[in-house]
């Protein structure tokens, strides 16, 4: 056999364990479980939310931070987490949440960049906000659920990047060797790709399904059987991000755009330019909420 196949049989085998032994991969703090769990009830009052939230410092500190950050631009003073909940929405609250706890959690040694890693996450998020708020004569969604999965659609790469790191490092050495994306580098190298990897974490974390089906198909929006706006809308803001210099590296090949994403949002040229300017015009907003995630 092979020291090429030998080497791609022993990084299956890895994957096969930590794709096992599920239970190693981190596991969400019960009080995000328990504020999602808030936030998806229609019976949940912003009471029911800032009670949760205040029986932890650090999230507390966050949310008021992030409700007076020039992120959201409210023009007046928040002082209170039940206030903070009010104004910004059960939404906004899950996508902070949900930011801070994954950053925390994996906040060790990676192979990538993970300050580039976060800058391209959040600056997708705020595309796909975007680009729902652009749509809303089109179709109702919530631009702060497309926020959510713009932040966490690349999760599986978390799990290489800190678990494999020395795997991952050849895959991105790859990546930038053949100039290819990531994700064709993933499957080349590791015979899984951050996409799958991600659906591990989200079913570990029983993370809503629209969340979950927009990081499985963030790169194949045409697959996702539900929920399949928000896959080609995280997809699109995924390009954009690439697009206005956000990567995980400088130079790095992005995968290209679905042929038929633009179609299925129904944004045509015009449209298309007005989201990358109003994309290009909040980039250096992207700091406050990167400030507040850490």
């Given at each position: 056999?092979?020291?090429?196949n030998?080497?791609?049989?022993?990084?299956?085998?890895?994957?096969?364990?930590?794709?096992e032994?599920?239970?190693?991969?981190?596991?969400?703090?019960?009080?995000?479980?328990?504020?999602?769990?808030?936030?998806?009830?229609?019976?949940?009052?912003?009471?029911?939310a800032?009670?949760?939230?205040?029986?932890?410092?650090?999230?507390?500190?966050?949310?008021?931070?992030?409700?007076?950050?020039?992120?959201?631009?409210?023009?007046?003073?928040?002082?209170?987490?039940?206030?903070?909940?009010?104004?910004?929405?059960?939404?906004?609250?899950?996508?902070?949440?949900?930011?801070?706890?994954?950053?925390?959690?994996?906040?060790?040694?990676?192979?990538?960049?993970?300050?580039?890693?976060?800058?391209?996450?959040?600056?997708?998020?705020?595309?796909?906000k975007?680009?729902?708020r652009?749509?809303?004569?089109?179709?109702?969604?919530?631009?702060?659920?497309?926020?959510?999965?713009?932040?966490?659609?690349?999760i599986?790469?978390?799990?290489?990047?800190?678990?494999?790191?020395?795997?991952?490092?050849?895959?991105c050495?790859?990546?930038?060797?053949?100039?290819?994306p990531?994700?064709?580098?993933e499957?080349?190298?590791?015979?899984?790709?951050?996409?799958?990897?991600g659906?591990?974490?989200?079913?570990?974390?029983?993370?809503?399904?629209?969340?979950?089906?927009?990081?499985?198909?963030?790169?194949a929006?045409?697959?996702?059987?539900?929920?399949?706006?928000?896959a080609?809308?995280?997809?699109?803001?995924?390009?954009i991000?690439?697009?206005?210099?956000?990567?995980?590296?400088?130079?790095?090949?992005?995968?290209?755009?679905?042929?038929?994403?633009?179609?299925?949002?129904?944004?045509?040229?015009?449209?298309?330019?007005?989201i990358?300017?109003?994309?290009?015009?909040?980039?250096?907003?992207?700091?406050?909420?990167?400030?507040?995630l850490?």
């Open positions: 056999m092979s020291q090429e030998t080497d791609a049989l022993g990084v299956k085998a890895r994957i096969a364990a930590i794709v032994d599920v239970d190693s991969l981190p596991s969400l703090p019960s009080i995000v479980m328990k504020l999602i769990e808030v936030v998806n009830s229609p019976d949940s009052s912003a009471e029911d800032a009670e949760l939230i205040e029986k932890d410092p650090a999230l507390t500190s966050k949310m008021i931070r992030l409700a007076n950050s020039a992120f959201y631009g409210i023009p007046r003073s928040i002082s209170s987490v039940t206030s903070a909940v009010v104004v910004l929405g059960f939404n906004t609250i899950r996508s902070l949440v949900l930011s801070a706890s994954v950053a925390k959690m994996f906040d060790g040694k990676h192979t990538i960049d993970i300050d580039r890693f976060w800058k391209h996450s959040v600056v997708t998020a705020m595309a796909s975007i680009i729902v652009h749509l809303m004569g089109v179709r109702m969604m919530d631009p702060e659920s497309a926020f959510c999965a713009g932040v966490l659609h690349d599986g790469m978390l799990i290489f990047s800190q678990y494999m790191p020395e795997d991952y490092a050849k895959v050495e790859y990546a930038k060797a053949n100039a290819v990531l994700l064709e580098a499957d080349k190298v590791m015979g899984v790709n951050h996409a799958y990897m659906k591990i974490l989200a079913d570990k974390w029983s993370l809503p399904l629209d969340l979950e089906n927009a990081i499985v198909y963030h790169h929006p045409g697959k996702a059987e539900k929920s399949s706006h928000l080609h809308i995280i997809h699109l803001a995924d390009i991000s690439h697009n206005v210099g956000c990567s995980h590296w400088e130079g790095e090949a992005c995968a290209p755009e679905c042929e038929t994403c633009r179609a299925e949002l129904k944004v045509g040229d015009a449209d298309y330019e007005k990358m300017f109003n994309i290009q015009s909040s980039l250096d907003k992207s700091q406050d909420f990167l400030a507040i850490k």
